[in-house]
């Protein structure tokens, strides 16, 4: 199964709450640090909401 690496490019001061505790929920601390998670519907639907702070690549 396929996972997504997730970076952080962009911070999230000046954002919504419910915004900031998504970063914090993917396990996202501090900028420009990349994660990798098992690709679902769940994941994708946090990525969706915070998607322009973060960046995002399939990885095989």
Same mark, same amino acid.
């Given at each position: 199964?396929a996972?997504?690496?997730?970076t952080?490019?962009r911070?999230?001061i000046?954002?919504?709450?419910?915004q900031? &505790? @998504?970063?914090? &929920?993917?396990?996202?601390r501090?900028l420009?640090q @990349?994660?990798? !998670?098992?690709?679902?519907?769940?994941?994708?639907?946090m990525? !969706?909401k915070?998607?322009h702070?973060? &960046?995002? &690549?399939?990885?095989r």
């Amino acid at each position: 199964m396929a996972s997504l690496r997730i970076t952080y490019v962009r911070s999230a001061i000046g954002q919504k709450p419910d915004q900031k &505790a @998504t970063i914090r &929920a993917l396990g996202l601390r501090r900028l420009n640090q @990349t994660i990798e !998670h098992q690709d679902s519907p769940q994941l994708r639907g946090m990525v !969706h909401k915070v998607r322009h702070l973060v &960046a995002v &690549a399939e990885v095989r």
